[in-house]
Structure formats: C-alpha cells, structure tokens
C-alpha cells in the first residue's frame, strides 16, 4: 500500500505527489530543451513530452521505493 500525504489536514495520495514532482521536472527539462535548441531534432515533440515525463516519473517512483518512501 502506497502511504498517503497529509497537507494541512488533507489526505494526498502518494502518487498524486510524485507526479506533481515528475511534472515540474519535466517541464524545467523541456524549457532546458528549448533553450538548446534541441527541438530540431525532434519531428513530434508531443510525444517526446509524454516520454520525458514517463522516464521522469518512473525514475522518481523507482528512487522513491528505493529510500523507503514508497512501499
């Protein structure tokens, strides 16, 4: 069972969480991106978002089970 998060008395499922963190990365990483000018070199760049995200998201998921905050 995933633990939730209690924020000023409100119940936040864990994964709630951890992708709102994956989610800021993701977008910190896309901006980075498009400063470099790295969007040249992909053709579909929706897809290239959601597969930033998956990776960002499953490496936090993965870290975090590691620590001992996610079961």
């Known amino acids: 069972m995933i633990p939730d998060l209690c ?3 409100i119940f936040v499922p864990g994964l709630l969480g951890g992708a709102f963190i994956a989610l800021v990365t993701t977008v910190a ?3 980075l ?3 470099l000018g790295a969007w040249r070199v992909f053709s579909i760049r929706p897809l290239v ?4 995200f998956t990776i960002v998201f499953s490496l936090l ?3 975090l089970s590691t620590i001992g905050s996610l079961p």
């Open 29 to 31: 990483l896309l901006r």
């Open 61 to 63: 998921a993965q870290g």
């Open 49 to 52: 978002e959601l597969a930033v």
């Open 33 to 35: 991106l498009t400063l």
């Open 7 to 9: 924020i000023s008395g």
